[in-house]
């Protein structure tokens, strides 16, 4: 993978292709502040685009255990200890191409935790077909208790037995897109929670600026936040390094985990199911299936190289084996 700008590791950008990042301009820009003029909100983008290249900012960081940087990774699942494994998704905030930066846990710590469900709390209201609406505040339990008030999924997500404990980690965005592209519910109404996947909640903290400007208090403050997170937590540590462990109550202890499976991906078998792209049967690893067109599977293989419709359609990745 390479990235623009030339990243830590001296990663230069492909020239063109799909999956290359977007070219920072001088002239496109988020609008920080509402009403500012364009120059003003151009000069914030970059101030905030170029913090992840930014020495003193990123040593005011590494002095509070974290990092800037424009691409942070998420582990669904690598080898312990190494920078590969069978699915290692980037997470980019990119803003009028422009890639922001993010303040966390430096790339390959991946610390997570532990909190019980009760203790997060959910933002309700705006979801109303209703003008005036008052936002309120709900648990996550209350949340997934009662799924249908708040969207259009008809059956309950909460499974007691797991989800009294969700896994967390904290990160810290600079800045963002107002809208993101979702998916509507109501295609999909009537799916069922499966109990085998624990709940994951990325706990996000955003910081308004109007400059880009950045201090050692600020970072020191927003690393307070973070930090405060773990007075919550019952686990903390990490499934992919080495590191120490904090706690009793480990939430992948007996619970199903995508991480452990692609270890011994090939006693993963699909024995009934054919490849819609290169008609192999059975399929021997991860399944990919088309949540649109739900009779089109996928091997490993097929799903990287040819992909289906155009890689325009979300496909869900069976970790189980189907019979």
């Avoid at 990235?3 to 001296?10: D, I, K, S, V």
């Avoid at 990774?73 to 930066?101: F, H, Q």
């Avoid at 339990?141 to 967390?168: C, G, M, R, W």
């Avoid at 011994?264 to 024995?271: I, K, P, T, Y």
Wanted: charged share 15%.
């Amino acid at each position: 993978m390479s990235f623009y700008p030339p990243n830590q590791y001296g990663a230069k950008p492909p020239k063109s292709g799909p999956f290359g990042p977007p070219l920072p301009t001088a002239t496109n820009s988020p609008g920080f502040v509402f009403g500012a003029p364009p120059s003003a909100n151009a000069s914030a983008a970059r101030s905030v685009a170029t913090l992840a290249f930014n020495g003193q900012a990123k040593a005011w960081a590494k002095a509070c255990g974290l990092d800037i940087v424009n691409v942070s990774w998420e582990d669904c699942a690598r080898s312990k200890n190494s920078c590969y494994g069978p699915c290692i998704s980037d997470m980019t905030l990119v803003s009028d191409n422009s890639w922001m930066s993010v303040l966390r846990s430096p790339n390959f710590a991946d610390p997570i935790m532990n909190i019980p469900s009760s203790h997060i709390q959910v933002k309700v209201g705006n979801e109303s077909r209703h003008d005036g609406v008052a936002l309120s505040t709900v648990s996550l339990t209350d949340y997934l208790t009662n799924i249908a008030k708040y969207t259009e999924l008809e059956h309950s997500l909460f499974e007691p037995s797991k989800d009294n404990q969700v896994v967390v980690r904290p990160t810290h965005f600079s800045a963002s897109q107002t809208h993101g592209a979702f998916a509507k519910l109501s295609q999909h109404s009537s799916m069922r929670r499966d109990p085998a996947y624990p709940i994951r909640v990325t706990w996000q903290f955003y910081q308004a600026t109007s400059n880009g400007v950045v201090t050692q208090p600020i970072i020191q403050a927003l690393a307070n936040q973070m930090t405060s997170i773990q007075t919550y937590a019952t686990w903390t540590g990490s499934l992919v390094t080495t590191t120490k462990e904090v706690g009793t109550h480990n939430l992948h202890t007996g619970v199903f985990c995508d991480t452990y499976v692609t270890q011994n991906r090939s006693e993963l078998s699909h024995s009934t199911v054919v490849c819609s792209g290169c008609h192999v049967s059975p399929i021997v690893g991860i399944l990919y299936r088309c949540t649109t067109c739900p009779l089109v599977n996928l091997c490993e293989r097929c799903e990287l190289t040819t992909g289906h419709a155009n890689f325009d359609h979300p496909l869900l990745k069976l970790f189980r084996s189907t019979k």
